[in-house]
């Protein structure tokens, strides 16, 4: 039993480092050189009391603060200067003094920070690292990256990793067992398969055995329920996209795509931009192009010839008989009916391109699909995220947004929230409330 133990230690001695390791590798990566602590504390007061005429590396209102310590040294106090520079100035400081003319006597006001906070200010300003590069990077696109995506796929390594190390220490148990045995003159124990070591295992440790069993059939329902929850919900990258079939094999690829026809989208779904709705066009518009156009590379005259059928154009006689057929596409998108959703509002004020909601329609799709989930998160993401520019906008509606948030005390104290992280979100503006979206 000793040697048994003293074995396991032995080889917990060796595993212990090699756990430690691949801990490291799956833990997040800290840079070592910036106190992210500080870091970031000061990047939430400069937000909250600076952000406002300074970037921490640009100029803008006031100067960039990145470097202001280096530019001090020996000229002055730039605690003071920041608590009050006017007072500072007035104290007799001759930087302070020049620094200010030099800005055209714009007056920094008096700051309500502590030193400390001031440090942390002045620590962000200095180690300043643009959003994005701050982040541990993406994985490059040379090393196609195989890091498993969720939580529940590093648990489930982790079990299997553990398990080979339980089943490897089984085997070891059985060969010492067996050199005991053979001292003691007894047969050796039965010599067991993976599956029988495993059952062995899991009769003598119960309590173990059934941890596992219990793990395996959480996964198993977490898994079930991913499914039962995405059942009805098409697009994204899970599950297929929604495609059905339409009476006449019309082609975006060919209609829409820039190497091809690259008719623009709203030359047929002229809705997008100022209504509602996009549209579908009627078959009056294909006639545009289909009167000259009586065979496709690919179909030759088959296809179009429906449309000939629906619009009553008898291509021989090269005139209309009046005989019309209207052509029923079938619905590829369908929100439920308690959701209002304008294509104007995205497409002529918010400015995002079709592609982005509907996917690569014009390069990709002979037949469209249904790219995008059209969940209720799939919009409440992106309204948490994307920004609108309102200042400066052409646009009335910002315009307006901006005149009150510029102009009055309550609108330049929410102003000064919503740009805390540099950006206003539709969120900000209302893209969260209910009954926005909701009849
Ligand atoms: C209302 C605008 C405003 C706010 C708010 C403001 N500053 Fe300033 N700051 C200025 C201006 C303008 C100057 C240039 C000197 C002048 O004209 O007074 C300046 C100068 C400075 C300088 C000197 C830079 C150099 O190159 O020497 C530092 C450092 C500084 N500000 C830090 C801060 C910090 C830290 C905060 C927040 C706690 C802050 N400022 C808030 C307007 C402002
Ligand atoms: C020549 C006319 C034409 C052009 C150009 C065109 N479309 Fe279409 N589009 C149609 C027709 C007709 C349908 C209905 C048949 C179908 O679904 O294929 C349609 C359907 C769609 C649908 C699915 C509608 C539904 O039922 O939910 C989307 C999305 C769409 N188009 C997006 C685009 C985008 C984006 C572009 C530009 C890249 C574009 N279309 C260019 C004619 C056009
Ligand atoms: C701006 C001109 C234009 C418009 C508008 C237009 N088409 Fe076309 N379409 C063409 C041309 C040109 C071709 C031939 C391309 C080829 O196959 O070489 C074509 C080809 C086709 C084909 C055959 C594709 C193949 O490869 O076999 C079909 C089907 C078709 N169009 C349907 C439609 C429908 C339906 C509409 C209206 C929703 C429409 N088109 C609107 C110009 C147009
Ligand atoms: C912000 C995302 C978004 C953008 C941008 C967007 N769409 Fe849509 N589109 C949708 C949603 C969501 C639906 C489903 C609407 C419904 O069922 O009421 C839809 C439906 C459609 C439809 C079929 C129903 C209809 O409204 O007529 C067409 C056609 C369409 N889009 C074309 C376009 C075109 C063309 C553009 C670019 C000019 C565009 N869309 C831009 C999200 C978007
Ligand atoms: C790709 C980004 C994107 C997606 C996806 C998106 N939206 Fe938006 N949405 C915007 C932007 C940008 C605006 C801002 C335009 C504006 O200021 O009115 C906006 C504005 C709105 C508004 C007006 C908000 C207000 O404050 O007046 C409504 C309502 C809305 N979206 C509904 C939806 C619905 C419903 C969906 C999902 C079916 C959706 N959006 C998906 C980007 C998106
Ligand atoms: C930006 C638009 C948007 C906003 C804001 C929004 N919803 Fe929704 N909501 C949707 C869309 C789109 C769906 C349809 C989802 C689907 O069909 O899968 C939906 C569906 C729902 C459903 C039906 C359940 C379902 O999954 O179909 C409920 C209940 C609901 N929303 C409640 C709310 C409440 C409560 C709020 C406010 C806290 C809210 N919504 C805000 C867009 C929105």
Redesign the pocket.
Known sequence: MSLLFRHFRRSAGLLAPALVAALLCVAPRVSAQVDQAVYDQGEKLFKANCGSCHKPDKDMTGPAVKGARERWEGKGDLHLWIKDSQAYIKSGNAHAKQLFEEHNKIVMPPQAVSTEEIDAILYYADNFAPAGAKKPTEPTAAVPAEEPSSNWEWLVITGLLLLVVLLSLGGVRTQLANAVREKQGLPAEPVLGTWGRIKAWAVRNKGWASVAVLLIVVWMLVLLWNFLFNIG?YGGDKVAHYKPSQPIAFDHSLHAGKDNLAINCQYCHSGAEKSRHAGIPSANVCMNCHQAVSEGTKTGTEEIAKIYAATGWDPTAMKYTGEQKPIVWNKVHN??D??Y?NHSQHVAVGKIECQECHGPVDTKMDQVEQWSP???AW??DC?NTREVKVAGSENGYYKEIHRRLATTPMGQKELRKYLEDEKITVRELG????A???Y
């Open positions: 919900v929100l439920p308690h959701v959703f059209l969940t209720m919009c409440l309204h893209g969260f409330e209910c926005k979206c909701h």
